[in-house]
């Protein structure tokens, strides 16, 4: 069973920066397609950025240019570095994991294993 625990979240002004962090534990076979997703006040979770294990990356329309996807060498934490913040982006932020093939990979996979989420708030 994979464990994701993510850190890093808090509250910013409108064009600030945030480093979020996920660290995978436990049964880390089941990591090979990783992504973030958040959830907004009154608003349906959405998918905001995926990497496979061989670092394919895929962005949601709405953080392209801003945010960035990225993981350690072994593959077993993932960031999400997001510049120019917008109040927008006010949402409880999740890390989420599946064992998947590369090509597959994408915020609209079936991921299986999920975190506890942070909180990142952005004031205008």
């Known amino acids: 069973q994979v464990r994701l625990v993510e850190s890093g979240g808090g509250s910013v002004q409108t064009g600030g920066s945030l480093r979020l962090s996920c660290a995978a534990s436990?049964?880390?076979?089941?990591?090979?397609?990783m992504a973030w997703f958040r959830q907004g006040p009154g608003k349906e979770r959405e998918g905001v950025a995926s990497?496979?294990?061989?670092?394919?990356?895929a962005y949601a329309d709405s953080v392209k240019g801003r945010f960035t996807i990225s993981h350690d060498n072994d593959r077993k934490t993932i960031y999400l570095q997001m510049n120019n913040l917008k109040p927008e982006d006010t949402a409880v932020y999740y890390c989420?994991?599946?064992?998947?093939?590369?090509?597959?990979?994408?915020?609209?996979?079936?991921?299986?294993?999920w975190g506890q989420g942070t909180q990142v708030t952005v004031s205008s």
């Open positions: 436990g049964g880390t076979d089941g990591t090979a397609c």
């Open positions: 990497i496979s294990e061989i670092s394919n990356v």
């Open positions: 989420a994991a599946v064992q998947i093939r590369w090509m597959e990979c994408s915020p609209r996979a079936a991921f299986t294993s």
